[in-house]
């Protein structure tokens, strides 16, 4: 197992790249999802209150 | 593509109801192809006669790469329509692609350079492709920042599409710097005549994690872009509502 982590050596490089990826792309989707549901639900509740007058 | 049958595909009501269907299907297909694509890039293949385990980090480096030119390209080609036909839904193309770009390019660039230390023994070299990648994500830079630069939206979006069209001219310098000049970074393995130049064992690693980084591309672009719509609705609904309330008192009274 740690064998496999050491990445023949070359760990430094390797898990860095792919880490640098994971938290960017995983962070921007987040960002992304949280601002469409901001947009949906001030939409939904500026309709409702349209209908209410 | 004439101009009405661009202005009909691309009526941002339609684009809305259809993203809505689409966008669950994306969120599936990106998670299920990078499970499947990490699985062969970090598990189940071999590590390379020369390269060695780092041959692994192409799996990320190379679709990211091909991402950061694909989204360009897409911002680019948006900004021009948007340019030419003044049609809303160009502008929040570009807008809601270019924060995508610019994080696969930094991918691309870290990932690279990650490569570049044990295989090369430096992490930078200001060679032709190296160079012109960088520019690259200076552009992306400069789009975002041109949006958000000025008060009015419209005027930061026609500055940002300027800026975006003539970067275009970057895209053809990146794919063609490792032909044109004598770069250290090696020429095309995957996209040259005759096929790829790579064993099956890392090719299926190599395009799955193209497919993910492709799925994953359109699914947050098109999030973006729904966002960006619904805001600029919700804008105007409450402009609206504001500049009538007046009236509404008056009849109150």
Same mark, same amino acid.
């Given at each position: 197992?740690?064998?496999?982590?050491?990445?023949?050596?070359?760990?430094?490089?390797?898990?860095?790249?792919?880490?640098? +990826?994971?938290? $960017?792309?995983? /962070?921007?989707?987040? *960002?992304? +999802?949280?601002? $469409?549901?901001? /947009?949906?639900?001030? *939409?939904?509740?500026?309709?409702?209150?349209?209908?209410?007058? | 593509?004439?101009?009405?049958?661009?202005?009909?595909?691309?009526?941002?009501?339609?684009?809305?109801?259809?993203?809505?269907?689409?966008?669950?299907?994306?969120?599936?297909?990106?998670?299920?192809?990078?499970?499947?694509?990490?699985?062969?890039?970090?598990?189940?293949?071999?590590?390379?006669?020369?390269?060695?385990?780092?041959?692994?980090?192409?799996?990320?480096?190379?679709?990211?790469?091909?991402?950061?030119?694909?989204?360009?390209?897409?911002?680019?080609?948006?900004?021009?329509?948007?340019?030419?036909?003044?049609?809303?839904?160009?502008?929040?193309?570009?807008?809601?692609?270019?924060?995508?770009?610019?994080?696969?390019?930094?991918?691309?660039?870290?990932?690279?350079?990650?490569?570049?230390?044990?295989?090369?023994?430096?992490?930078?070299?200001?060679?032709?492709?190296?160079?012109?990648?960088?520019?690259?994500?200076?552009?992306?830079?400069?789009?975002?920042?041109?949006?958000?630069?000025?008060?009015?939206?419209?005027?930061?979006?026609?500055?940002?599409?300027?800026?975006?069209?003539?970067?275009?001219?970057?895209?053809?310098?990146?794919?063609?710097?490792?032909?044109?000049?004598?770069?250290?970074?090696?020429?095309?393995?995957?996209?040259?005549?005759?096929?790829?130049?790579?064993?099956?064992?890392?090719?299926?690693?190599?395009?799955?994690?193209?497919?993910?980084?492709?799925?994953?591309?359109?699914?947050?672009?098109?999030?973006?872009?729904?966002?960006?719509?619904?805001?600029?609705?919700?804008?105007?609904?409450?402009?609206?509502?504001?500049?009538?309330?007046?009236?509404?008192?008056?009849?109150?009274?």
């Amino acid at each position: 197992m740690s064998e496999y982590f050491a990445m023949g050596g070359y760990a430094a490089f390797i898990w860095p790249s792919y880490g640098v +990826a994971a938290i $960017l792309l995983v /962070a921007l989707f987040l *960002l992304s +999802a949280r601002r $469409l549901q901001a /947009a949906e639900r001030a *939409l939904d509740e500026t309709d409702s209150a349209a209908e209410e007058e | 593509m004439s101009g009405s049958a661009f202005h009909r595909f691309a009526n941002p009501g339609r684009f809305l109801r259809l993203a809505s269907k689409v966008l669950p299907w994306l969120a599936a297909a990106t998670a299920i192809s990078f499970a499947v694509g990490l699985y062969f890039g970090l598990l189940a293949s071999p590590p390379d006669y020369q390269q060695g385990e780092t041959v692994r980090i192409m799996y990320i480096h190379v679709p990211s790469a091909w991402i950061a030119m694909f989204a360009y390209g897409w911002v680019g080609l948006a900004s021009a329509a948007a340019l030419i036909w003044r049609h809303p839904l160009a502008d929040v193309a570009a807008e809601a692609a270019s924060p995508i770009g610019a994080v696969f390019t930094f991918v691309a660039l870290v990932s690279g350079s990650l490569w570049g230390r044990p295989m090369w023994g430096t992490y930078w070299a200001w060679d032709a492709r190296l160079t012109s990648f960088l520019l690259l994500f200076f552009l992306y830079l400069g789009h975002i920042a041109l949006l958000n630069a000025f008060d009015d939206r419209q005027r930061g979006r026609r500055a940002a599409a300027v800026l975006a069209v003539v970067g275009m001219i970057d895209l053809p310098i990146i794919k063609f710097a490792v032909d044109w000049w004598n770069t250290l970074h090696q020429p095309a393995s995957v996209l040259k005549m005759g096929g790829p130049s790579i064993d099956a064992s890392m090719l299926r690693p190599l395009l799955i994690m193209f497919l993910a980084t492709q799925c994953y591309f359109f699914l947050v672009t098109f999030m973006r872009m729904r966002t960006l719509l619904l805001e600029a609705r919700q804008r105007t609904l409450l402009y609206r509502r504001n500049t009538a309330r007046p009236t509404a008192t008056a009849r109150g009274a």
